[in-house]
């Protein structure tokens, strides 16, 4: 409304499909984004992405110093599926805890489970999901 106002000040037409179509796309799209997803990325444990990946640059680099050629794909590839096999044990993990009741105070490091933000079910769901995509036949 205000940039309708200040826009209709200077007597210019204003294009209300296009402001609001921009605010959606822009604004509001990924605050609800961020809003669903913010549970999975507590869920997922990214700081310890770094294991995984060191993993497979080292690979990469002790592979290029044997002198073979870098093939994009199989490494992009392996890097989602030890990414995803990351995840996969993180949610475990957490649900594994929780069952056993052996996480049940809420700390910083506190999985999603534990945090009330999904189920138990939810976990071992998005884990089974992930390990689907963490299988790569050869």
């Known amino acids: 409304i205000l940039g309708g ?3 209709g000040v200077g007597r210019l037409p204003v294009p209300w499909q296009a402001l ?3 605010i959606g796309i822009y604004v509001a799209l990924p ?3 961020g809003y669903i997803s913010r ?3 507590i869920a997922a444990w990214p700081f310890s992405f770094t294991a995984s990946v060191v993993a497979v640059l080292l690979g990469l680099a002790v592979s ?4 073979h ?3 994009w794909v199989p490494f992009l590839l392996t890097l989602i599926g030890m990414l995803s096999s990351q995840v996969a044990a993180s949610l475990l993990n957490d649900c594994y ?4 009741k052996l996480d049940t105070q809420v700390f910083p490091t506190s999985g999603a489970v534990v945090r009330g933000l999904i189920s138990e079910q939810q976990a071992s769901r998005g884990a089974a999901v992930c390990m689907a995509v963490g299988i790569r036949r050869p």
């Open 5 to 7: 106002f200040l826009l």
């Open 20 to 22: 609001l179509l921009s």
């Open 31 to 33: 605050l609800v984004a």
């Open 39 to 41: 549970k999975w990325l």
């Open 64 to 67: 290029c110093h044997m002198g």
């Open 69 to 71: 050629a870098i093939r």
């Open 97 to 100: 805890d929780h069952c056993r």
